[in-house]
């Protein structure tokens, strides 16, 4: 990191802008290189300043109002949000308030407001760090919180929002060789197959990432492919595909994969994971609705609000707010509609998303067996290892949840279920 840290706190209150003012999501600025110009270790911290930040930001914006009679401009409000975050997290004082008092006096039209900056951070360095933890855990905004508390309870909903507030830890699948994997990385094996590392450094630079014995892929992520269960020699066709945690798994089962997804630039990554892990996957870049063949099982893993994924990617509920839903719930029909088509009698399509919305899970698969009379949920196919009865909905799938396995660090939210097609 610089000196003083200024750079990479400026680069996070940039991403703050960014986000909470031009509804950008990190991933998006991110790969438009957001963060390019700065030293690994400051782009680290400058994506950790700003994902604590948007974690923490109800409670930083309490702290603050007591001591703001008027709201500065956003980025005064997001240094100051920054600072907060960083002094209740037990930042040195002096070094904080210092560079972000820097931050602003360097800024070409913000620089008279050095003052405030100053001197509200002074006090929140004072009496901030003990208030904070006496703070409610942050709540998803209304458009969000309301539909989930109707689809799963007050109760569970603040399960969920003390697992989006915590974060997730890093889990890994093996290519092979889960417990291999743990001994290696000193990660513990969950019930499901999964390895959860909490105290991870730098993915690139742990034990097996160069010779491709794992990749990172959260514990639920994991599971539509050991729901679809491939065997080695079936054709198995990936919809939806990139990254490539799926791809992979299919492949590392001995399945004969082909692999669609109608993002050239997220199609190379696949291609690179493929090349890292030495599994093998024909890539179609294209329109899944334009696939054609037929295939002994069929993965789609829809696009969704991914409401699932907000313990790693807390910007979401800020950048969005939820008017892109409809379309994709409509695209998710579509898909599962064509997906159809390409399913060889008495075969299987998984279909999965990572949302907590019902409408991009039980009610889609509600509707899509309504749609087509050769279609019934596979429900014996949700009987793999680890997965608990609790989990099982009524229409045939799986619905999982941030707040489950609370005591081992949760999971992303995920729906999923396995349709099975007459003979
Ligand atoms: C949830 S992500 C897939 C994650 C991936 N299955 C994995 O496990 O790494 C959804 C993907 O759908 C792709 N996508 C969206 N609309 C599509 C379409 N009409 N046809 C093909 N791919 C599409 C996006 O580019 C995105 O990569």
Known sequence: MSDTGVQARRSAVYLLDQVLGEGKLMSELLSAGALDNLAPEDRARANRLALDTLRGMERADRLLQKHLSKYPPLTVRNVLRVGTVELCQGGAAHGVVNAMVQLVSRHKSLGHLKGLVNAVLRKIAADGPEAWGQLRVPRLPKWLRGPLVQAWGAEAMTGMEAAHFAGAPLDLTAKSDPAAVAAATGGTLL?????????????????????????????????????????????????????????????????????????????????????????????????????????????????????????????????????????????????????????????????????????????????????????????????????????????????????????????????????????
């Open 191 to 423: 019930p499901t197959g999964s390895v959860r590392v909490t105290d991870a450094g730098q993915v690139t630079a742990m034990p097996g990432f160069d010779a491709g014995d794992w990749w990172v892929q959260d514990a639920a992520a994991a599971l539509p492919v050991t729901i679809l269960d491939p065997q080695p020699g079936e054709t198995v066709l990936d919809l939806c595909a990139a990254p490539g945690g799926k791809t992979m798994q299919l492949a590392a089962a001995g399945a004969v994969v082909t692999a669609v997804d109608d993002a050239p630039g997220r199609m190379a990554r696949v291609r690179d994971n493929l090349a890292r892990t030495g599994l093998t996957a024909t890539l179609h870049i294209g329109d899944a609705r334009a696939e054609t063949g037929s295939y002994d099982a069929v993965l789609l893993d829809a696009p969704c609000s991914a409401t699932g994924t907000i313990r790693r990617h807390p910007d979401l509920p800020h950048a969005k707010d939820g008017s892109e839903f409809g379309a994709l719930i409509d695209l998710q029909a579509e898909l599962i509609d064509h997906a159809w088509t390409l399913v060889k009698p008495g075969g299987r399509l998984v279909f999965c998303t990572c949302s907590l919305l019902p409408d991009e899970g039980e009610v889609q698969v509600d509707d899509a067996l309504a749609r087509h009379p050769d279609m019934t949920a596979d429900t014996g196919a949700l009987d793999r290892r680890g997965i608990e009865s609790a989990w099982r909905t009524t229409e045939g799938g799986l619905r999982l949840r941030p707040d489950h396995w609370a005591d081992r660090g949760g999971m992303d939210g995920f729906y999923i279920a396995c349709l099975r097609k007459s003979a």
